[in-house]
Structure formats: structure tokens, C-alpha cells
């Protein structure tokens, strides 16, 4: 499949108003997208992600997606990765959520692995958290693989911020004293400080 040159700067975007695609061909092809035509963008066939538990340092280099179609081994070596470490228990991530979390981290052009704080959380885990720390919702969409919290070594948590809300696809929580971004694939909405 043809590739575009790079030297196609400002590359093609279907809908200028959705952020979610990254501005540039450059950010296009690192996101993975195929083919930039100049009336639009071909859909990925391919995608990977490079994820880092901050905790225990697993980390995964793997593809997910190839020809549109999930890949299931994948997505439970990332759903292994991203267990609630202190339970060592873990669940199906939503494949929403590494979309997200995919499309976050390509936007950022960055050579350093998304490190993930938090992904899954037993119901325990997150009560525990609950009496720890402010902020931790009781009903949380940890405790259903649809969340976590993510930081990117060399990215201010203000620009991992901004990539997260730019995606307009999820709630975004900004913790900037703690250094890091909740993402999820709950309605658009936003807090923190
Ligand atoms: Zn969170």
C-alpha cells in the first residue's frame, strides 16, 4: 500500500473538529494509519502499543489490531499488564480503553512507553484507595477495565493532559501534584487541577 510522503505537512483530515486524528502526516503514520489520501485517511489496519507497569515494570511492545480485527492473545497480555497488581488479579481491559490509551500516546510523538499507574482495580483495591486518597470514585471504572492512570516519562502531565482531552472520546481527570492522567471510556468529561 502506497504511503504518502511525509513531506505532505499538513495532512488531509476528514473532520478538522475531530482532535482525535493527529494534525500531522508524520503523527498520522506513527498512529498508524496506512495511507493518507489527499481526500481523507485510510483506517488503520495495524496498531501497536508500548505499555510499562509502574509498578512491578512489565513491559509490552505488542500489536493488537491487524486488518481491523482485534487480536485476542494481545489484548489479554495487555489486560495481564494492566491487573490490579496488589490483588495480582486481573480482567478483560476494554478495548476501547487501549484504543484510547493507544491514540493518546501516538498523538504525543514521544520514543518513551506509556507507564500505567493504575488499570484494573478490584472493588477492594479501590475502597482502599477511597480511604487513601481523594478523588478515587466509588463506583469507578477501574473496577471495570475501562480506566487508568497513565503518565509518559519526558511529557509535562499538562501536555499528556491536553493529548487526552484533544481525543474528546472519554472523561479525563488532571493530577498535576501527583503527575499523572486518568483516561477512560466514560461520557467526555474532565476534572482535576
Ligand atoms: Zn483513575
Known amino acids: 500500500m502506497a504511503v504518502a510522503p511525509l513531506a505532505t505537512a499538513a495532512a488531509p483530515v476528514a473532520d478538522p473538529g ?3 486524528v493527529p494534525r500531522t502526516a508524520e ?14 485517511l485510510e483506517p488503520p489496519k495495524r496498531r501497536s502499543i508500548r505499555l510499562v507497569n509502574a509498578h512491578t515494570w512489565e513491559d509490552l511492545d505488542i500489536v493488537y489490531l491487524t486488518r481491523g480485527v482485534l487480536i485476542d492473545e494481545s489484548l489479554q497480555a495487555i489486560s495481564q499488564l494492566m491487573r490490579d497488581h496488589r490483588a495480582d488479579k486481573s480482567i478483560p481491559i476494554d478495548p476501547a480503553l487501549i484504543d484510547e490509551l493507544y491514540m493518546v500516546h501516538a498523538s504525543l510523538g514521544t520514543d518513551e512507553p506509556l507507564h500505567i499507574l ?30 487508568a492512570d497513565i503518565y509518559v516519562p519526558g511529557i509535562k502531565t499538562l501536555e499528556l493532559q491536553q493529548a487526552a482531552l484533544a481525543l474528546k472520546v472519554g472523561g479525563v481527570g488532571y493530577y498535576s501534584k501527583s503527575g499523572f492522567v486518568h483516561v477512560d471510556t466514560g461520557d467526555v468529561r474532565r476534572w482535576g487541577s
Not at 486518597?133 to 475501562?146: C, D
Open 18 to 20: 475531530a482532535a482525535a
Open 27 to 40: 503523527a498520522l503514520l506513527a498512529a498508524g494509519w496506512t495511507e493518507i489520501r489527499p481526500g481523507g
Open 118 to 147: 493504575s488499570g484494573y482495580r478490584t472493588p477492594e483495591t479501590n475502597a482502599k484507595l477511597r480511604k487513601r486518597t481523594r478523588g478515587v470514585a466509588r463506583f469507578s471504572l477501574h473496577m471495570e477495565g475501562k480506566a
